[in-house]
């Protein structure tokens, strides 16, 4: 977990650091190093994840000296250290989403959806559209550890959703042959209900392309506040 003082200074600006007081929450943190008001945060889940933030665009030389060899998975919320990223350093792969968070009402209970078992994520590793980025064991520790939710039609699970390791509403699926029936807005809705009850920030992460999944978060009550990246950089 965070040491007091750092979580007093990253509550200051909670919807830009929410991923990562969120990470803490469930996961140590190896390293914290800061400049200024601006960090570079270690910590591990299914892999070791440096949270790298600028409070001040000045401060990205001094905080890109803070990054050494090790830290190969950057979490990034800033385009100058994206940049720094891409003219700097061999990546392997980007993943660049939205990130909206929810302004909406309370939600109310939401019928017709159960909770998902640790047995389950056999099964939602395989219909798994980012499954490159996940396997069964990451997926399992969040069923544990975070909140996943699913509707069953004739006992067999057609759609799903989890939290991500900072807390963010993901793994958002349902079954083709499902589709078009409100199970997706169904599901957002009972996340955002369970979140709630547990005073947690609602936030989802989406790919610019992907323009049915931003339209739900929208019509679910989300608002854009930034972009977000995840970064590998090559060993």
């Known amino acids: 977990m965070l040491n007091d003082k750092d979580k007093r200074l990253l509550e200051k600006n909670k919807i830009k650091n929410i991923n990562l007081l969120n990470f803490a929450e469930d996961y140590d943190i190896k390293e914290s190093l800061w400049y200024n008001q601006s960090y570079v945060i270690t910590g591990k889940s299914d892999h070791e994840w ?47 989403c939205k990130k909206l968070i929810y302004k909406g009402e309370k939600v109310e209970t939401i019928e017709g959806v159960e909770v998902l078992r640790p047995e389950d ?4 590793q395989a219909h798994n559209d980012y499954g490159e980025f996940t396997d069964i064991n990451y997926i399992k520790e969040r069923i544990s ?87 590998k950089i090559k060993e």
């Open 50 to 96: 440096t949270y790298i933030h600028l409070e001040d665009p000045m401060d990205l030389n001094e905080v890109m000296r803070l990054i050494d060899d090790s830290h190969l998975r950057w979490m990034i919320q800033d385009e100058l250290v994206l940049n720094y990223a891409k003219t700097h350093k061999s990546l392997e792969w980007i993943l660049s």
């Open 121 to 124: 994520a056999e099964y939602i």
């Open 145 to 231: 550890k975070g909140i996943g939710l699913c509707i069953k039609i004739n006992d067999q699970m057609v759609g799903w959703v989890l939290t991500h390791d900072d807390g963010a509403i993901g793994f958002i699926k349902v079954l083709e042959a499902y589709r078009n029936k409100g199970y997706a807005k169904k599901l957002t809705d009972a996340m955002i209900y369970e979140q709630q009850k547990r005073n947690l920030m609602s936030f989802v992460h989406i790919e610019k392309e992907n323009i049915k999944s931003m339209n739900l978060a929208l019509k679910a009550g989300f608002e854009y506040v930034g972009d977000v990246h995840w970064v």
